[in-house]
Every structure is written in structure tokens, then in C-alpha cells.
């Protein structure tokens, strides 16, 4: 059984397209987290939701949109897609502040 | 707020030989300290933790690492390397009661047969 899925895998679109990334746990985690890994492997969290609440906003462009309609999901949906928007997306997800992040496989967005 | 150190983004070492992985951290409360591995195309995997109590935290795969609050560092360990390590490591930090974690930039361990 997979902890943290995320689809699609893979996701290759054009310049000005709206995407959207789809997250689940089965862990009964309370948190998730969206987190993007350049292509230098930095990884940098962009939003966490609590309870479908959301904590955590960093400074990302407001084309980024998540939505968490329960706490077993965190969806991410991106609009007017852009070049730079290219990386790959993890979700995560964890049980309580200090405990680890559980990792999803990541979602490669290529934006031509 | 919390910040973490790795430095030198590629480490090369022997089969055989020591992984020594070094990572500083700062925080303005005591940490709970994480590394993750890496492998490619594939999430993060945690590797060990170190939230309180004993400093000398075992991972899996045969790594180790010690919280060291002097030094404020928390280095990664593993006596005898082998092939199946190749990755990229990543050390955390968080604090409690803030759900963020912050990484470091990543060390690409390359083993050398």
C-alpha cells in the first residue's frame, strides 16, 4: 500500500496551460505539504495544510493554488503555467509538529 | 527562523570507506534534526531522527549521526560504504510546534568501486 500517492507521475504541458496535482495519504496523517525540488535538488516547501486548514504560505506566486477538501487530500492546482514553473512537486504529509515527513514519489512538470 | 548547512554538493568515496556527511544547523529553540535520502526519480526516504534523549541516533541502512549542540551540527555517518548508498542525502531541521522543515541543499554521495 502506498502512503503518499501523487499523480500524474509525469506532466509535460505548455506555457499558459492550468495543471492541476493530485495528493493522497492513507496514513491518518493531520498534515500535508507541498514541497519543490529544483533542478539543483533544493527542495523548498511552498504550502502546508492542518486539518484542511491552511498554516504554511510561503512566498509563492498566487497561480499556485492548493486545495485540501479533506484531510486525507492536498491537491495543487497551477494556472498560467510558466517556463520557470518546471521541477518536480512532492507531496508529504505527517502526524504532528516534529514528527517526520512522509514523502509521495513526485510529480515531474516539464513546462515547454 | 531555522536554516541548515551541508556543504560540498558531490562526495565521492570508496567502496568500503567511511560516508561522513556534514551538516550545521541553526535554530533559535532546541531542533528536531532529520536526514533523508534520495533515490533517483523516487520521494524522500527518512533515514534517522534526533528529536530528544539519546545523541547518538541509528538509522537504517547502517548510517548513524550525533546530535552535537556545541557545535550545533548533526553529521551523518556510515563506517563501510557500498554501492547501494548512492544517492542524494539531505539534512533537516524543524522546531517544535512549527511544522516547517527546512533542508539543506544536498550532498550526491557517489560510491567508487
Known amino acids: 500500500d502506498t502512503a503518499v500517492s501523487q499523480t500524474p507521475k509525469y506532466l509535460v504541458t505548455q506555457m499558459g496551460n492550468d495543471k492541476s496535482i493530485k495528493c493522497e495519504q492513507n496514513?491518518?496523517?493531520?498534515?500535508m505539504y507541498w514541497y519543490k525540488q529544483d533542478s539543483k535538488k533544493f527542495l523548498k516547501i511552498m504550502f502546508s495544510y492542518n486539518n484542511k486548514e491552511l498554516i504554511i504560505n510561503e512566498t509563492v506566486p498566487n497561480r499556485f493554488s492548493p486545495k485540501s477538501p479533506d484531510k486525507a487530500h492536498l491537491n495543487l492546482h497551477i494556472n498560467s503555467l510558466e517556463l520557470g514553473d518546471s521541477a518536480v512537486y512532492f507531496c508529504a504529509s505527517s502526524h504532528e509538529s516534529g514528527s517526520p515527513l512522509h514523502f509521495g514519489n513526485g510529480t515531474r512538470l516539464t513546462v515547454t | 527562523a531555522q536554516s541548515v548547512t551541508q556543504l560540498g554538493s558531490h562526495v565521492s568515496v570508496s567502496e568500503g570507506a567511511l560516508v561522513l556527511l556534514r551538516c550545521n544547523y541553526s535554530s533559535s529553540v532546541p531542533p528536531y534534526l532529520f536526514w533523508y535520502v534520495q533515490y533517483p526519480n523516487q520521494g524522500l526516504q527518512l533515514l534517522l531522527k534526533y528529536t530528544t534523549g539519546a545523541t547518538l541516533v541509528k538509522g537504517i541502512n547502517g548510517f548513524e549521526a550525533e546530535f552535537k549542540k556545541s557545535e550545533t551540527s548533526f553529521h551523518l555517518t556510515k563506517p563501510s560504504a557500498h554501492m547501494s548508498d548512492a544517492a542524494e542525502y539531505f539534512c533537516?531541521?524543524?522546531?517544535?510546534?512549527?511544522?516547517?522543515?527546512?533542508f539543506g541543499k544536498g550532498n550526491q554521495v557517489v560510491v567508487i568501486p
Open positions: 533537516a531541521v524543524s522546531e517544535e510546534g512549527n511544522n516547517r522543515l527546512a
Open positions: 496514513l491518518g496523517h493531520d498534515t
